[in-house]
């Protein structure tokens, strides 16, 4: 059995505006070990969203492959990658995502009905999220009446409450002052570490990927390696980086050339 | 237990979302109760006349012994009543066809012999035992005597009951297809604005089947909260319905539950397919919308947003920008507000056709078969001299009144070399009795000879012909011409035009120039219901006749024997035989008569000889009272009839039971639920207007706080709400306008058909209702121009307009189209 919990191969993703064909996701190539913490970083418009899309099973490739625990999930019908999604991986979004018609208690619960989870299966870790986060007090309320930093423990909740074995995170802390960002990261830190879980967490802040174990860097749809156990690999991004963008530079004319 | 636990979870959460986002269900509210209603009235209405109907039977056809019987035997003689009381008791007990239930004893005129009417019932398939009936044992009564045979309309009972039975599974599944189109509709404008959630769900593992089951539950909590203020209402209406016409009413408990069930699997096949759609797209393509709210994703629009031209440029780049949305809106509002008028236009049909008169009694007269050699057959008995004698209030004896009828009836068939059709079946001498019966509104008598029959055809100017006249068109000399052989050659006489003016059938031109001014005829402008001719008065006609020897004509009647399509037939008779036209005027058109797949072409009486080379024979004819007779004066009719039958013993009269069957088809009431059906469907129409433009306007809000922020005035948002009011109210209104009354049309030959398929009476023919039509136009007008200005004045009247929070909901131009 291959020791890496998600290998993505070759994906690209594309997007048509208007008459010009946009590139997002650009020959991405990944591979991440089980029980490890991956944070993408990049500037906006870069394409780590959408990477982290593609390998939530979110969207789909034009082309290439993401893999979960031997699984081609863009192999999968749209039925079937559903039900992989609510047993396999959970999703923290920027935005929170909360229904607003449903108590905190309620959101909380929403991967357990859709796929159908009796209550057994569930209690204890409800439990525990609940307290590890600090939300006892505020699951009768509907997500209007909560602050950000409540709604988004609701959200990191919401995500773990079906045990995924992969949780993707997509700037969770990104609508977050910095007092309730490094609290809600500690938080989700120390409840991914309680649980055994892989992590992917798409941010703005070095100081929240300094954590991980493996940092991307992300820079026009392609994906460097900033930062493993050995180090970081500052400079060899940077080479990457321009070798890439030399590579795709326009060539200088010649002066016969007009 | 575990799929209880998840029922209970589902009811929970959709009853949550239902009590939390009310006003987004208050359209499905208003439809289910409207269809539910809807398919309340139809059930209840086809309960109660089915009870009605059986109770009209059953009191009218009860023996003495008070069992229901099935067939009458009118004046028998005491021979005929043992013998059928021995041929009963002979049968077998298993395979029993009928049971003589008892007798009415009156006296002969004479005073001397006994004379019984024979009540007769049959036993398993009445209609087959009926036919076996005949088969076996009339031969044999009516060889000890006249006698007549009076059918019940029971004999036809399970026939009816079987179509009413169709005609209510058609209106069902209309009602059903059309309703689960409305909810689906509905449903899927609600998840494109919605789909937020579907998408969160879907993140975390919500599959079709599961979003399907969530979904399914909030509309069948729609569906339940409805159901008994719609089957109260419905049962309201329909009880009305019946007290206005004196008839007792009975609450369907079964309908009721029916139409629960029904509702249901409108709502599941509605749903499915909404749901279906949703959960094939990636959760990222619903959570997007809410990710991006307030932007404007069209530079290009945006750029100009602050130029000379605004709004102006920018409401018509609105209609074009959103223009997947538009014709989406446009084609599901115009799609109901058109069902409106074609049903309508089947209401009025109904209607017309429950108005006509019906003839009271058939009476047909026994004729020879027709021979080659008849045309110049000369009068061997003359029935008209006969007949003259006979006139009187009732028909005097056989002896000085009757056309020789036994003579008449050895002759047919066998004695072929002269015999005088003219002086067969209804005469002029027979007119003149019949002219005395009491009550009458008129005699029609038919003489027709199909053209196929007489290997002719018409030819006609091709611009005469509408689509699906059919025919073949051909090109000859430059002229482009029709030829049919789909017609019929019928005769013509002051009588049947006097006939036909009280049937109340539309003519143009003068009946009576077809019998004054030789080489003119009358034609009709339909078959199958609908117009199919485009006449006018002095257009020509020209009638084929074979030139040449028969003999080709007949092989290719011998080589077609086995084909169907009547125009390859047609076109093998011109290729393979030659013929000479004939041209006549059209004097006459007649519209609203009720044809089957052929016109007809009335000919005057010497014309008709010289076309059909017979004299005119009226094999049949057909009795109509004068408007608003009784029931008794009704029945004084057909005792003059009975009367007549005893005494001219060529002749046989059966009852129509025009009364009962005019009774029975106004209970059905069919125009009543169609124009029910069709205030529904135009209802949903303005329903599907304001929710779906209330909601897109919703989502644009935040786009109007963008051009208010950066400098467009507050004016110009009213005006561009106004300016897409107008267009939504033009384009409404012109769209329905110009394909109404083809949808109309459409549904008119569609039901049409169905209708002749499942064995029912010809459709009246098309008339696009003026009135409906006209009120079809103005409600799309007005629905896209309020449905498009009400969310401005809401706006308006929350404060200070357009200081609307930013959008958490609010989309985007690519999200709003899809």
């Known amino acids: 059995m291959s020791k890496y919990i998600l290998e993505a191969v070759d994906l690209i993703r594309q997007y048509k505006q208007y008459d010009s064909v946009v590139t997002a996701v650009n020959h991405v190539s990944l591979k991440v070990e089980d029980g490890e913490f991956l944070a993408i970083m990049g500037t906006s418009g870069s394409g780590k969203s959408t990477l982290l899309n593609l390998l939530a099973g979110l969207d789909r490739p034009n082309f290439g492959s993401v893999t979960i625990r031997g699984t081609d999930i863009t192999k999968l019908s749209a039925d079937k990658l559903s039900r992989f999604r609510g047993e396999f991986t959970g999703v923290v979004f920027q935005k929170h995502n909360l229904v607003p018609q449903l108590t905190a208690l309620e959101n909380i619960l929403v991967p357990t009905i859709m796929c159908n989870k009796p209550d057994h299966q569930y209690q204890e870790t409800l439990k525990k999220l609940i307290l590890s986060l600090k939300i006892g007090n505020r699951l009768g309320h509907l997500p209007s009446e909560l602050s950000g930093g409540q709604q988004q423990r609701v959200a990191i909740a919401r995500a773990l409450i079906n045990r995924p074995q992969v949780l993707f995170a ?37 100081t929240i990927a300094d954590k991980a174990d493996k940092i991307y860097m992300m820079d026009d749809g392609k994906l460097y390696l900033y930062k493993d156990k050995q180090g970081y690999y500052k400079n060899t991004y940077e080479v990457q980086l321009q070798a890439e963008q030399e590579k795709n530079a326009p060539k200088a004319r010649e002066p016969w050339q007009g | 237990m575990k799929l209880l636990d998840s029922v209970k979870r589902d009811v929970k959460l959709t009853l949550k979302t239902i009590r939390f986002e009310f006003p987004r269900f208050i359209c499905f509210f208003v439809v289910l109760f409207l269809l539910q209603g809807l398919f309340c009235s139809i059930l209840t209405l086809y309960s109660n006349n089915d ?9 009218e056809y009860r023996a003495p012994n008070g069992e229901l019987y099935h067939l009458k035997l009118l004046g028998c003689n005491e021979t005929q009543r043992a013998i059928l009381h021995n041929f009963d008791m002979d049968q077998e007990e298993e395979k029993e066809i009928f049971t003589l239930l008892g007798a009415d004893i009156t006296q002969t005129t004479d005073g001397l012999h006994r004379q019984f009417d024979l009540y007769v ?16 044992y009339s031969y044999a009564l009516s060889e000890q005597g006249q006698y007549v045979e ?71 909590w729609a569906a339940l909260f409805t159901w008994l203020p719609a089957v109260g209402v419905a049962n309201l209406i329909c009880w009305l319905l019946f007290r206005n016409s004196g008839l007792g009413f009975a609450i369907s408990i079964g309908g009721c539950l029916l139409t629960l069930l029904i509702s249901l699997l409108t709502v599941c096949i509605s749903v499915f397919a909404s749901i279906r759609s949703v959960s094939r797209k990636p959760p990222v393509r619903h959570l997007i919308a809410d990710d991006n709210s307030n932007l404007i994703r069209s530079p290009r629009h945006s750029a100009s947003l602050v130029d000379s031209t605004f709004p102006g440029s920018i409401a018509r780049l609105s209609f074009v920008r959103f223009r997947k949305y538009v014709l989406r809106l446009l084609g599901m509002a115009l799609s109901f507000a058109m069902l409106f008028v074609g049903l309508i236009t089947l209401s009025n049909c109904y209607q017309r056709m429950l108005d006509t008169p019906r003839p009271l009694y058939q009476v047909d007269f026994a004729v020879p ?9 000369e009068s061997d008995g003359n029935a008209g001299d006969a007949g003259e004698d006979a006139v009187s209030d009732t028909p005097a004896s056989s002896d000085e009144a009757a056309p020789d009828g036994s003579d008449s009836t050895s002759d047919s068939g066998s004695d072929s070399e002269e015999v005088d059709y003219a002086s067969y079946g209804y005469t002029d001498a027979i007119s003149e009795v019949f002219a005395e019966i009491p009550h009458l509104g008129t005699v029609l008598k038919e003489s027709t000879y199909p053209a196929r029959a007489l290997h002719s055809h018409i030819r006609l100017d091709e611009s005469a012909a509408k689509i699906g006249a059919g025919g073949v068109s051909l090109s000859q000399d430059g002229t482009d011409w029709r030829y049919q052989m789909n017609v019929n050659y019928q005769s013509l006489d002051s009588e049947i035009i006097r006939s036909f003016e009280f049937l109340g059938y539309g003519i143009e031109g003068s009946l009576e120039s077809v019998l004054t001014e030789p080489g003119t005829v009358a034609v009709t402008d339909s078959f199958m219901g609908s117009v199919k001719f485009d006449w006018e008065i002095g257009d020509v006609i020209y009638v084929a006749k074979v030139s040449g020897s028969l003999s080709d004509a007949q092989k290719v009647e011998q080589s077609m024997l086995y084909v169907t399509d009547e125009d390859q037939i047609l076109l093998a008779y011109m290729q393979q035989c030659s013929y000479e036209y004939t041209a006549y005027t059209i004097g006459a058109i007649i519209s609203d008569m009720p044809t089957e797949d052929s016109w007809s072409v009335f000919f005057s009486p010497d014309e008709y000889e010289t076309v059909t080379g017979y004299e005119p024979v009226y094999e049949s004819v057909k009795i109509y009272a004068k408007p608003d007779v009784t029931e008794a004066e009704e029945a004084e009719i057909y005792e003059w009839l009975r009367k007549a039958e005893l005494v001219y013993d060529n002749l046989s009269v059966t009852d129509l039971h025009a009364r009962l069957s005019k009774q029975i088809d106004e209970n059905k009431n069919y125009s009543g639920v169609f124009t029910l059906f069709a205030v529904v469907l135009l209802l949903i129409s303005a329903i599907v207007w304001l929710i779906s433009q209330i909601l897109f306007y919703v989502k644009r809000r935040g786009e109007f706080e963008l051009y208010l922020a950066i400098g467009a005035p507050l004016d110009s948002i009213r005006k561009l709400f106004l300016q897409d009011a107008l267009l939504y109210a033009c384009f409404g209104a012109g769209i329905f306008a110009l394909l109404a009354p083809f949808v109309s049309w459409l549904i008119h030959r569609a039901i049409g058909y169905v209708t002749i398929f499942i064995g029912g009476e010809m459709l009246a023919s098309f008339r696009l209702p003026v009135v409906p039509y006209l009120i079809g136009i103005a409600v799309c007008a007005l629905c896209g121009f309020v449905s498009t200005m009400l969310p401005y004045l809401t706006y308006k009247k929350q404060g200070s307009p357009f200081h609307w929070e930013p959008s958490e909901t609010s989309d985007q131009e690519e999200t709003v189209n899809e």
């Open chain 2, 369 to 377: 078969m027709y021979t080659s050699s008849s045309t110049d057959a």
């Open chain 2, 150 to 220: 009076e059918t019940t309309l029971l004999l036809s009972y399970e026939l009816e009951q079987a179509a009413n039975r169709a005609v209510l599974i058609l209106q069902l599944t209309l009602v059903v297809v059309l309703g689960a189109l409305a909810v689906w509709m509905l449903h899927s404008i609600m998840t494109n604005h919605y789909k937020f959630t579907y998408g969160v769900y879907m993140s975390f593992g919500a599959n079709f089947l599961r979003l399907f089951r969530t979904s399914v539950w909030e509309m069948i």
């Open chain 2, 121 to 136: 019932r049959f036993e398993g398939d009445v209609e087959e035992s009926y036919q076996t009936f005949r088969a076996r």
């Open chain 2, 51 to 59: 009870r009605t109907q059986l109770d009209y039977l059953e009191s």
């Open chain 1, 170 to 206: 997509d700037e969770p802390t990104g609508n977050l002052d910095r007092k309730n960002a490094d609290e809600v990261l500690e938080l989700l830190l120390e409840t991914r570490k309680m649980m055994g879980m892989t992590m992917i967490m798409v941010t703005h802040d070095m």
